[in-house]
């Protein structure tokens, strides 16, 4: 199946053009400032940056409804503002302050929200797709009508526990949609020299599980893939798997300096490529903003993004005696 694109002016409201704008440049502005604050050392051990796949979390969480679920890997900031959680609480416990999401003990890799049904956040490669599929059967078992989002990397997609849970994900009929960010890269190894599959999506056909490979570019066209597959799961047909082609313009982590791809070649993704520049584009060329507006837009988001940096500087670390709750035994 050919990639889902647009290739003519979509018929997308200017109030969901902007929203969608907004909600790519906040996760933006976001992982910028967490670089920064990761350069001072205020943020400790591993980090991740989203900066580039905006465009995915966005169209799929425009497709998601109140009570779905997702599940993700350590890339997970970008998640976690898409779903609706507050910056300060990310912020804080990226800092690793008690006013995080997980008391500052969590950090970037292992943040969680019951209120709005993100599950992490898994530092283990793979380890969250069967997780997801059991988010997946609890919520069959319990009847309803909700769908769960797994999200993994290129570099998972190699993993053996993800076909095992294609597996069981179909045998059971599960409402999950296994979304595979393809950024393009396994760490420092890309998808090219990792395997010989013309795509990952098409993996599923073993099992029997249907999927598609989507722009993961262009918001609109991860939107429109993402109502096809939730509509699939919410029908009762069991899995649906969305190859997203993405790129990310950061190293894996930040203490990666990505030399085994050229400056060009991620010049070139920025310039032609990148998901808020092409809606920043629609709106102006559709006279749904001018450019007065979207500076606003940036403005208010800095200032967003500046009280989530101070509000991690001024919630205090955990103390000692914190250390052993929150756990199982």
């Keep these: 199946m050919a990639t889902r694109k647009f290739t003519k002016k979509p018929h997308v409201s200017a109030e969901t053009l902007t929203r969608y704008y907004r909600d790519m440049l906040l996760i933006r502005r976001f992982e910028e400032k967490a670089g920064q604050l990761y350069g001072m050392g205020l943020i400790g051990g591993f980090c991740h940056l989203y900066i580039g796949q905006e465009a995915v979390v966005?169209?799929?969480?425009a497709a998601a409804d109140e009570g779905d679920k997702r599940v993700t890997s350590y890339r997970d900031h970008?998640?976690?503002?898409?779903c609706g959680m507050d910056p300060n609480g990310v912020m804080a416990e990226l800092t690793g302050r008690e006013g995080g999401y997980s008391k500052?003990?969590?950090?970037?890799?292992h943040m969680f929200s019951k209120d709005r049904h993100f599950y992490g956040g898994h530092g283990i490669v793979g380890a969250q797709v069967p997780i997801g599929a059991g988010l997946a059967f609890s919520d069959k078992y319990k009847g309803?009508?909700?769908?769960?989002?797994?999200?993994f990397g290129d570099g998972a997609a190699n993993q053996g526990q993800v076909y095992e849970t294609y597996n069981m994900a179909e045998l059971w009929i599960l409402p999950v949609i296994f979304v595979i960010e393809n950024n393009q890269y396994a760490m420092g190894t890309s998808v090219a020299r990792s395997t010989k599959s013309r795509s990952l999506w098409e993996r599923g056909a073993a099992y029997g599980i249907p999927g598609e490979m989507v722009d993961g570019m262009d918001v609109l066209a991860v939107k429109e893939a993402g109502q096809k597959a939730v509509a699939h799961c919410r029908a009762g047909k069991g899995p649906y798997i969305l190859e997203v082609k993405t790129y990310r313009y950061r190293g894996h982590s930040m203490s990666?300096?990505?030399?085994?791809?050229?400056?060009?070649?991620?010049q070139k993704m920025r310039e032609e490529r990148d998901p808020i520049k092409h809606v920043r584009s629609l709106l102006l060329t559709g006279g749904h903003a001018t450019e007065d507006d979207l500076k606003a837009i940036d403005k208010d988001i800095k200032a967003i993004i500046k009280a989530s940096a101070d509000?991690?500087?001024e919630s205090p670390e955990p103390t000692l005696d914190r250390l052993w709750t929150d756990i199982y035994a």
């Design 78 to 82: 970008g998640h976690m503002l898409a």
């Design 104 to 109: 500052g003990k969590g950090g970037s890799m």
């Design 58 to 61: 966005v169209g799929l969480e």
């Design 144 to 151: 309803n009508d909700r769908v769960t989002f797994a999200y």
């Design 256 to 266: 990666d300096p990505a030399k085994y791809r050229t400056r060009d070649e991620v």
């Design 311 to 313: 509000f991690a500087r």
